[in-house]
């Protein structure tokens, strides 16, 4: 399964943005998704992950408060609902789907092409 992300633009510090993580295919829902996100020169980090029935989460500390995870398998779409943004979230955001919730990026090899999201001070 390879979702698509979605949702990313700019923003101004203390906004909002919703990302979406999509896929086709009735495989989706049996999934876990992670959100990952990579920010100029820095390496992709763990942002959040949801199980595949959408009941348990899970959190970078940097983000816990501010981003909540969240899924509807009858649209085979995963959301990162992100509030209270700062400059430092700018980053492009991947979603994976996989069979655990795990914060290596390097579980996986295969990545889309991301959704840019950019904070401005």
């Known amino acids: 399964v390879q979702p698509v992300e979605s949702g990313g633009g700019l923003v101004q510090a203390g906004g909002s943005l919703r990302l979406s993580c999509a896929a086709s295919?009735?495989?989706?829902?049996?999934?876990?998704i992670n959100w990952f996100r990579q920010g100029p020169g820095k390496e992709r980090e763990f942002v959040a992950a949801?199980?595949?029935?959408?009941?348990?989460?899970n959190y970078a500390d940097s983000v816990k408060g501010r981003f909540t995870v969240s899924r509807d398998n009858t649209k085979n779409t995963v959301y990162l609902q992100m509030n209270s943004l700062k400059p430092d979230d700018t980053a492009v955001y991947y979603c994976?789907?996989?069979?655990?919730?795990?914060?290596?990026?390097?579980?996986?090899?295969?990545w889309g092409q991301g959704t840019q999201v950019t904070v401005s001070s």
């Open positions: 949801v199980s595949w029935s959408g009941t348990s989460a």
């Open positions: 295919g009735r495989a989706f829902s049996s999934y876990v």
């Open positions: 994976v789907a996989g069979p655990v919730m795990t914060v290596r990026a390097t579980d996986f090899t295969s």
